[in-house]
């Protein structure tokens, strides 16, 4: 899941980091649009000063910036981040930043010793209360200025956890543009119509992921879900939001499409009279001539 800051340019687009300890590239689109992806969280674009117009370097201003993301069901996120942790993958570099600073060891503990958690066990995984795979998609949504960033003493646990959901609402809904993984070919659709690009290749729907090959039993799903409460209520926010996006963009294709036929028609039509129209011109030489023979006989 990640909160992408995407600039629109001739033919193609790009898309910027802001704190190069926090980016990572995921992705490479290809030609006409030519961009790498880049991790970042809602909360470290604000950290940034981003705003619809933002001048990169001593040339150009005035560039609208388009803030788009991905998200995915949180069960299958929170195994394959485990997964991925597993095989010793850290963020060490991530520097979390909130209002204008990076959060104490108090606020934000680890949830391992050494260097990295590999060979870690899900049910190790769970049981650490400051692993941050726990809502992820939530709080990288969400503005955590709100509620005191990374001081869980902020406010009351319960009202921090409806604040931070209701912003990473707002947030997504205000997205020029968002995606699901599990709707691959729709979220395409969404994206081209959105942007007006067309991608060279159609999007592939990969079932088989690591987190698939995972198998769980039930306690484990409703454990995960547990720990996921707010990112399960986002995400059946987002599916709803999302079809109902492509439903629009569907019925606006569609309407497009009718005009579009309707002026063909009216086209063909004109062009259909236009040979009839010369036969009348021509079948009034007869009468022209009649009257020169009358003339030529006075």
């Known amino acids: 899941m990640s909160c992408i800051p995407l600039s629109l340019r001739g033919q ?3 898309l910027k980091p802001c704190l190069k300890a926090e980016t990572r590239n995921s992705a490479v689109l290809p030609h006409p649009a030519k961009a790498q992806l880049f991790h970042l969280s809602c909360e470290q674009r604000a950290s940034c000063g981003w705003t619809s117009s933002t001048c990169w370097g001593s040339g150009s201003c005035h560039r609208k910036f388009y803030y788009i993301t991905l998200l995915r069901d949180p069960v299958s996120r929170y195994l394959s981040e485990w997964r991925h942790v597993q095989r010793g993958a850290t963020w060490k570099t991530s520097l979390h930043m909130c209002d204008g600073r990076t959060p104490t060891p108090e606020e934000l503990p680890s949830c391992y010793e050494g260097t990295d958690w590999s060979g870690c066990t899900l049910q190790e ?3 650490c209360p400051y ?22 003493s902020f406010i009351p646990e319960n009202k921090r956890a409806q604040i931070l959901l209701e912003s990473a609402k707002k947030n997504l809904k205000d997205m020029a543009f968002f995606g699901l993984t599990e709707f691959q070919r729709k979220t395409q659709y969404l994206f081209e119509r959105t942007f007006n690009l067309k991608f060279i290749r159609p999007f592939m729907q990969y079932n088989s992921t690591r987190a698939g090959g995972v198998e769980v039993d039930n306690d484990t799903i409703r454990r995960i879900e547990e720990l996921n409460d707010l990112d399960m209520q986002l995400y059946d926010y987002a599916k709803d939001l999302f079809q109902q996006r492509y439903q629009y963009k569907r019925q606006l294709e569609r309407m497009e499409q009718r005009i579009k036929n309707r002026e063909e028609r009216l086209l063909h039509r004109s062009n259909e009279a236009l040979p009839k129209e010369e036969t009348e011109e021509q079948g009034r030489l007869p009468t022209e001539d009649y009257m020169s023979h009358i003339i030529e006989k006075w």
């Open 125 to 127: 995984f769970m049981d």
């Open 131 to 152: 692993n941050l795979a726990n809502n992820r998609q939530v709080r990288m949504l969400a503005d955590l200025s709100l509620v005191g960033c990374y001081n869980m």
């Open 12 to 14: 193609g687009f790009e």
